[in-house]
């Protein structure tokens, strides 16, 4: 192969290196000098890298490239894991793609279905979408179809061949041609991506980043060892740690569930640190709206689940805080990923109970990195002890007094009818469930100001 230092090098066409210099890209990633001439070249191609390597650019190109030379819709289908990453990836295209006029759709769950549907018959260049949402449509209506297109990428194909999409991917396989080619990214290889390099009926390339750590140089990596029933204290403490030393810096927390990533969102601000949270209870268009905040620095503080770890490219990123270590080390790699992007140094600090030491050695051993310890100092943490525990039991109030867990009791009804199960008796035991925990939290929250005026 030619020299890859440039994108010219790569035969991609005058027009798209032009694009990729007006937005600041001269030279090629790895994985972009590596792939692209076998994409080009009709091969499949299994595409690993380490997060912030470019893998967008990697399929997107070619894609682009082909396109103009044979233009019709709809010629390429782009799966994703998460809304955020196919909103994203849209974003990219639509700035290679403005001088072909590049007509795309994004097609996820939270926004209209009935505008999606006119949106796709409307035959756009590419679709990208998550699978459940794509499902129901090929599912609910004819009025596509999928059968001539030329390009299947998989992004982030670890975590969409990983079993929680199966149903949803059959549907969609059995809607496309058999002939086409397969692209698949991913930050992390996996024994299934092995596996579809073995089955595919196409020649192969298979590229994966030649490197002992799956996380970069440029990423400091800490941990902070604190007892579970003040983690949350721990947490204010390492942000207002931070801040002294770097306040402008933006973070990212990480927490395992939608209902903590709720409650830590509103004790920060509570205790004085603006901040936006994203998770799946959040409304579509908060989510994207929570994201634009976030990017455009007008929030400095993103609080989110396993929504967010995944390809999304926000090169300002300071500090990676795991509020509740992943069960998975995979998922710690693509977490602290968010940060350390294309050169720039990053920092990662996790809040370890003694419960977590097993994972966090089982994470050492994946990154092949020992983590530091980040001082925190204990003392600073009593003193906001109170304040913390107390702003979390009026938080958990009032997020009971809200509809926050209306989508989860509609899918709940959801199932039930499917199961046949008597509905008004089982709701009627949900809503007492939910009026005790209700009463015990008052009662806590009023025991604890009543201390905390004591102590005064």
Known sequence: MASSNLFSALRLNSWIVRQCETIGLKNPT??????????????????????????????GLPILQKLCEDPYGIFALILTPTRELAFQIAD???????????????????????LQGQDLAKKPHIVIATPGRLADHLESCNT?????????????????????FVEQLKTIFEALPKTKQNLLFSATITDTLEKVKEITVNKVFMWEENSKMATVD?????????????????????VRTFKEKNEKGSIMIFT??????????????????????????????????????FKSNVARILIATDVASRG??????????????????????????????????????SLITPHDIKLLHAIEEAINTKLKKYTIQDKEVMKIFTQVSVTKREAEIK????????????????????????LDEEEEEEKEKEKEKLKKRKKKVKTRWLIQ????
Request: aromatic share 6%; hydrophobic share 40%.
């Open 144 to 164: 596509f179809s999928l059968k001539k297109i030329k390009f299947l990428v998989l992004d982030e194909a670890d975590r969409l061949l990983g079993g929680g």
């Open 30 to 59: 790895q994985i972009q000098a590596n792939c692209i001439p076998h994409i080009l070249d009709g091969e499949d191609c299994i595409g690993c890298a380490k997060t912030g390597s470019g893998k967008t650019l990697a399929f």
């Open 92 to 114: 990219q295209l639509a700035v290679i793609g403005k001088p072909m006029h590049l007509k795309q759709c994004v097609i996820t769950g939270g926004m209209d279905m009935m």
């Open 453 to 456: 005026s004591e102590m005064k």
């Open 218 to 238: 440029e990423l400091e990596q800490y941990y902070v060892l604190c007892p579970m029933s003040v983690k949350d204290s721990y947490l204010v403490e390492t």
């Open 256 to 293: 395992d569930t939608c209902k903590n990533c709720q409650l830590l969102s509103m004790i920060l601000n509570e205790v004085g640190f603006n901040n936006v949270a994203l998770h799946a209870m959040i409304r579509q268009k908060e989510r994207l709206a929570a994201l634009a905040r």
């Open 312 to 349: 999304l490219d926000i090169p300002s990123v300071e500090l990676v805080i795991n509020h509740t270590i992943p069960n998975i080390p995979k998922d710690y790699i693509h977490r602290v990923g968010r940060t350390a992007r294309a050169g720039r140094g990053g920092m990662a600090i």
């Open 399 to 422: 997020l009971d007094e809200t509809d926050f867990y209306e989508k989860k009791m509609i899918n709940k009804r959801k199932n039930r009818i499917l199961e046949e199960k008597d």
